[in-house]
């Protein structure tokens, strides 16, 4: 998991927003807790040695101290820059920067990397981005590339020998239009993402206010399902007790992080315009997890049918409800079903008394 500084901060920063990201990383989940310094971390210009510099305002003590202060609490830490000739806030990009700027990353001890797209000087994705790839792959430093792209050029198509993810869409906004609509655009590429290589439908918008709880935790679910990048997108100052039970909830991030790596789809849909849907994907150990989607306007009872979750007819399996985290009494042999409030979900893991078709 990872938080972004920009959306709050408008490039604005300091080491002590981090006392307050400890909070997630203090359950002791199997994940990663990232924070990224987003675009304005830098000057408005390059040094005389055409070296980019950390505005000394925002972060005096420099990017490296930062680094070393980050990897001492036990986090990991990203940074941001552009496959353009300045980033979208007009700081200096890397376009014809690469080799210089990643090697300057990885003296940092940069983990993370997103590059945007801005002032790109109308250069095709598929020519800009293999250049950092090649930069950060020769700096000697493992550092993770995210793509950001936002979609233009299929990059699901392409990306998978470039970087580690790429953006499927453009940007997200804090409505229900927005998160359902992304949602249904990263699913068309769901066969191209696998470990390695991820869709990122953008980050999280829980916490931000434009949804309600339900619409939230539906959001999460999704995200968690498409082993989308999770990318906490709030004011983690002042999260709500709702938003941190759904941004902690380490049986549906376990989904996220299932070592299968495989990205959960929709498979079923029913009632007016499809808005009854089921969503689901394999996890290791011949486990499924399975999203009941309400994007109707009302509640209404979701029923996951055996044939569109690849299930064997009669094939018997022990349900757990990731939400109320509990087991559901008795076990489910054709088919499974609930009533989901609008804009809700419910989300489970299945698993078999009988064994399911192979893992691929």
């Not at 470039?162 to 869409?169: A, D, E, F, L, Q």
């Not at 931000?208 to 399902?225: D, K």
Request: aromatic share 10%; glycine share 8%; hydrophobic share 40%.
């Amino acid at each position: 998991m990872a938080w972004l500084e920009l959306l709050k901060w408008d490039g604005i920063a300091g080491i002590s927003l981090l006392v307050i990201s400890m909070k997630l990383s203090s359950r002791k989940q199997s994940y990663s807790i990232l924070w990224d310094a987003d675009d304005c971390w830098s000057a408005a210009t390059r040094d005389a040695k055409g070296q980019l510099v950390p505005d000394p305002k925002t972060f005096p003590s420099g990017i490296k101290a930062l680094a070393d202060y980050i990897h001492g609490k036990g986090l990991k830490l990203g940074i941001y820059s552009d496959a353009g000739i300045f980033t979208c806030q007009v700081r200096p990009g890397s376009l014809h920067h690469e080799e210089d700027d990643a090697d300057l990353f990885a003296s940092w001890g940069v983990d993370y990397l997103k590059y945007d797209n801005c002032f790109n000087l109308g250069i095709k994705p598929k020519e800009r981005y293999p250049p950092m790839r090649d930069a950060l792959n020769a700096s000697g430093r493992t550092i993770f590339y995210s793509l950001c792209e936002w979609g233009v050029d299929d990059p699901a198509l392409w990306a998978g020998k470039v970087g580690n993810s790429w953006r499927t869409t453009d940007d997200i906004n804090d409505s229900w239009v927005s998160m359902t609509t992304i949602a249904d655009l990263n699913d068309k590429w769901a066969a191209y993402a696998g470990p390695g290589g991820w869709n990122d439908p953008d980050m999280l918008e829980v916490g931000n206010g434009g949804m309600t709880y339900q619409e939230y935790r539906a959001h999460f679910s999704i995200w968690a399902l498409m082993k989308a990048p999770l990318l906490i997108g709030c004011d983690v100052r002042n999260m709500t007790a709702e938003t941190y039970e759904i941004l902690t909830n380490k049986e549906v991030i376990a989904v996220n992080q299932d070592s299968l790596g495989v990205q959960g789809r929709k498979v079923q849909a029913s009632g007016t315009d499809g808005c009854l849907q089921v969503w689901a994907g394999p996890l290791s150990g011949h486990r499924m997890a399975v999203v009941l989607w309400n994007r109707c306007s009302k509640a209404a009872t979701i029923t996951a049918r055996w044939d569109a979750l690849g299930l064997e007819s009669g094939t018997s399996v022990a349900v757990r409800d990731l939400w109320q985290h509990k087991d559901i009494t008795g076990d489910s042999v054709a088919s499974f079903g609930t009533r989901v409030d609008a804009h809700d979900c419910a989300m489970y893991t299945f698993t078999p008394k009988t064994v399911l078709p192979a893992e691929s």
